[in-house]
DNA sequence: CGACGGGACGC
DNA sequence: CGACGGGACGC
């Protein structure tokens, strides 16, 4: 019954959050201080159910401050509302109305809500979706501008997320609430401070300190070569206007160079970053080492990032290479390093005796097995377990929970789990004692994100 | 003792 | 410019 008030009166809501629950749900509407609730109430509800109108008032004289609220049970009715009723002029003599989605209570600024941050969402899909399918998955819900798919950017591999623009906020909206929930459809963040992921697995050097071009010979940086996050691949940035023999000069300096591009619009113009790829990941990462902060020319710093290539990340324990390569390294004088001692480092160190390596499942193979695996002291990383648990057959991937101390192998063949279960599980790999078990079932449960309408 | 649930584009 | 009230459940 209490609920029911709340509804139809938009009183006694919780305070804080819940009053714009479901996100932009809730209008902020500028009007001649002579309009009333009920009139507002009256010309919005021909767009969805009303929960709420709330006229503000001055707390003395009772007077309208020319400010409402207009609570909508959903994001599309509020956005239809918004759009359709923006510019009204409710009554003869009075200036036209403004609307737009009102702002959520906790936020600390005022500034209007754009369409731009309202017409574009952000979905996961399969990867075999190319951008047509994308657009005649979504197209049901409103015009779109444009579909994108995200893919990776040296094998053009989609990502399996996309974003779809439409015309209109209610559009969006409508999408969001009605798609499948399966593409967990969410407003896209607007792109202007050049995304997080990859930025956040890139360097954590401060741009904004120099490092010197020579680091000393004995020392090598401390990195974590088990997070996964290096590659072969490094990106460049730089606000000098670099040739392209300007790049390919500088990062050839680190033998192993294979791949250097700088990237150009559709004039052909420098967009200011390039494209570099070594043979090896200890290349990749002694490059970035010595080149990421320096100053060329003199004043203009250059950023060093890895990539993410896509590639498996079996060649992260080359890492090594990166080290040997520091202590042989002379300088740009000497373009001859000798890489034969790196070969002779082995891989993998246990008390197993494993059997040879084993092509992967396909990654779309079902998983009839999984395996929790726990790690001690630390976990593995992700390409040595991979080389490990391989070797018993059909393994579909390595999947290890960020933070813990654990992980979960996925095989497309029961027996072959079982396998590599009874081999590993209490076996030391390269001094990392490995619990071994069956995963429990995967809880089914799974829709506790908050949703963006 | 040790549990998974996701997510971001590059002017 | 034009941004946040009224009221007071029931573990």
Redesign the pocket.
Known sequence: ??LLT?VM???????GAQ??DPPNS?L?V?TSRSIT?DELRDRFSDFGDIQ??????D?QTKES???A?V?FARSSQACLAMEEMHGKVLMDGTKPI?V????????AT????EDEQLT?????IPKSFSEEDLKNTFKEYGDIEYC?I??N?FTGES?????VRYYKPSEAALAIELCDK???????????????????K?SPTDPGIPVPSTADPGSFPVVDYRSGDFTRCL?MSTRAGLTQEQIFALFDIIPGMEYCEL?R?SYGMS???ALIRYSNLGSAVYAKEKLNGFEYPPGNRLVV?F?DDGEDRRMATQFVAAQMMAAVWNGPSTSQVSFSSVSTVPRIQTDVNLPPLKKLAPPDSKAKE?L?V?F?PSPLPPDVLEDVFCRFGSLIEV?L??G???G?MKYADKQCADEAMAALHGRVVNGVKM?V?????????????P??Y
């Open positions: 019954l209490n709340s009166t938009g009183r006694g809501l919780k305070p009053r714009d809730r902020f500028v609730e709420g109108v709330w006229v503000v008032k707390k401050k020319g400010i609220y609570k403004k737009f989605i009102a702002q959520s209570r906790s936020s005022h500034r209007d809500v574009r969402i952000f979905v996961m994108v995200i893919k950017k990502k399996g997320l996309g974003y399966a593409y967990r459809a969410i407003l896209a963040e607007p792109r202007t401070k050049a995304s997080s992921t990859e930025e956040y890139s990106m990237q619009d967009k200011g970053h990032n990539i999984r929790f726990v001690s999947h929970v960020p813990r101390k654990v979960y619990k078990m069956l995963a429990d079932p995967p809880r089914e449960e799974s829709h506790k994100r949703r963006t």
